[in-house]
């Protein structure tokens, strides 16, 4: 009686996973010998990674697990058992043979393999792959040098610090007086930094999302064209780029997760962050430069446009705006590069500025509220009745245009930034009651150049209230408080959006230049 011996794997130098077919000596009725012959070199993977059957390839486990016959041939599990089933119940088949070489085979005979190598199936995979890790390997090589040539500059000036006469040094605080803690602006440190591009005036305007931990930037991609660069601020090598725009991107709102554009395309656009899919269009009949989504309607959306216009538009109607403010003799007639909305005065207030004047459109409550407007809703293009147009009048010095408009929602204060020729004058305000009018604080005015569109910004932090704006002659950022403090932080380029915004507790200035994201966190 002849027994089953299972076929042996003969382990060898090549880089197949599994041997060839076993020659079997079948001359002999007594206790078969096997004998083994060297495999020859495949000349294709294909022959060890594929089921000769079904040509596909086989696996570890599963219905399609890679098994052997009694004769060493190598198939898909569930591809021989199809194979054997079929040939038994033809009549002309007596018995079940191997595909490959006609050896009797039977359902027992059915052994599974475990290979103890994986082939890669394309070599040119593992040698990109090679050649990305010998890269990455040099590119660190490379900062190690910069890093121990940053860190022996380093040491040289503080040696250079210590030689210094003790007069040139800060004085020792006198021990009976605690030593003032360190200025308020100087507790924001560098915290992220990321080129968007190579290229200059790429980027312009940004937004923070607290809610979902990101920063969406405008972005003009060389390849997707203009849309929105999302960087994540709980991870920040997570970013994403949404193409949205065909021309230049002036203006980004949200509101929870979503995005809110306007550009030169002449379109006002709503966009989901989560899923980067476009929910609606308008087309605008002038280049849009500001957007804003209303506080209290979330239906309710406004878009400034290049002639001086704001247009008010319901999301449930999609074919055209519910009400046109426009008033170019009062307001000026330039294009609105800030729109914020608001609540004051117990109404619903849109804060404006072009590049003469700065303007508030003021609900009337008389009116109907646009909730309640039916999609057939008709264009209203007398404003009179429903709304109220007056100038802020918050600058203190005559000939100062507005180059910058920011709200301060939680303390309900406007910072207004104005320029001329060599001089740029900061302009806190708040809501007098009262008076039913916005009333200056306290300014800050500074002997610099302002040339570009940058956008400013206002916050409290530890009951602090500072002031964050462009120099574009020194390249940088600077920080002001309300005690004169003064932080300057360099960023090469000019800055043209400030943003602040609290993030997992902590205070988060966003600076964008037309090239890069710089992140400030305290």
Not at 243 to 262: A, G
Not at 379 to 396: A, F, G, M, P
Not at 407 to 416: F, K, P, Q, R
Not at 486 to 512: C, G, R, W, Y
């Amino acid at each position: 009686m002849t027994s089953s011996v299972p076929p042996i794997l003969i382990e060898s130098d090549y880089e197949e996973d599994f041997q060839e077919p076993v020659s079997i000596d079948s001359r002999s009725s007594k206790r078969q010998k096997r004998v083994y012959s060297s495999p020859p070199h495949a000349t294709h993977q294909n022959t060890v990674t594929h089921c000769p059957l079904c040509k596909q390839p086989w696996t570890n486990s599963g219905s399609h697990s890679i098994v052997s016959l009694k004769c060493g041939h190598l198939f898909g599990k569930s591809c021989i058992t199809k194979h054997m089933n079929t040939t038994r119940v033809q009549p002309s088949q007596e018995k079940s043979t191997c595909p490959c070489c006609g050896h009797p085979a039977k359902r027992h005979e059915i052994w599974a393999l475990w290979p103890t190598q994986v082939v890669p199936q394309d070599p040119t995979t593992l040698q990109h792959l090679k050649l990305a890790l010998e890269a990455t390997e040099y590119t660190i090589s490379q900062r190690e040098k910069e890093l121990k040539a940053s860190q022996e500059t380093f040491n040289a000036l503080c040696m250079e610090l210590s030689a210094l006469p003790k007069h040139y040094l800060m004085p020792t605080p006198n021990e009976s007086r605690p030593p003032s803690p360190p200025p308020l602006c100087y507790q924001y440190l560098p915290w992220y930094t990321n080129v968007l591009s190579q290229e200059r005036h790429k980027c312009r305007v940004m937004t923070i999302n607290s809610r979902d931990e990101t920063v969406a930037s405008s972005l003009h991609h060389p390849a997707l064209g203009h849309g929105i660069h999302k960087t994540s601020l709980r991870d920040t090598h997570t970013t994403d780029f949404i193409p949205i725009h065909t021309n230049v991107i002036r203006d980004i709102k949200h509101s929870q997760s979503t995005l809110l554009t306007t550009g030169l395309d002449k379109t006002l656009k709503l966009t989901c962050a989560h899923n980067n899919s476009i929910l609606q269009t308008y087309t605008l009949g002038y280049a849009g430069w500001s957007c804003e989504f209303d506080p209290l309607q979330s239906n309710t959306l406004y878009c400034g446009l290049a002639n001086d216009t704001v247009l008010v538009y319901d999301t449930r109607n999609t074919k055209k705006a519910v009400a046109i403010l426009s008033q170019p003799r009062t307001t000026g007639g330039a294009q609105i590069h800030s729109l914020h909305a608001g609540v004051f005065g117990g109404k619903m207030t849109l804060l404006c500025a072009n590049a003469k004047r700065a303007y508030a459109w003021q609900k009337n409550q008389s009116q109907t509220p646009l909730e309640t407007v039916e999609d057939t809703a008709t264009v209203i293009e007398d404003t009179s009745h429903s709304y109220t147009c007056q100038l802020l009048n918050v600058e203190k010095n005559v000939g100062y245009m507005p180059f910058s408009l920011s709200l301060n929602v939680d303390h309900g204060y406007i910072l207004v930034s104005l320029r001329k020729q060599g001089s740029v004058e900061h302009c806190i305000a708040e809501w007098n009651t009262t008076e039913a009018q916005f009333q200056p604080q306290w300014s800050i005015q500074s002997s610099i150049e302002q040339k570009s569109l940058s956008k400013t910004a206002y916050f409290y932090h530890q009951e602090h209230s500072i002031v964050c704006y462009s120099d574009e002659a020194k390249g940088a950022m600077v920080m002001l408080d309300n005690t004169q403090t003064e932080t300057v932080f360099p960023v090469q380029n000019t800055v043209m959006d400030i943003k602040h915004s609290i993030v997992n507790h902590s205070s988060i200035v966003a600076a964008l230049t037309d090239t890069s994201l710089y992140i400030f966190k305290c």
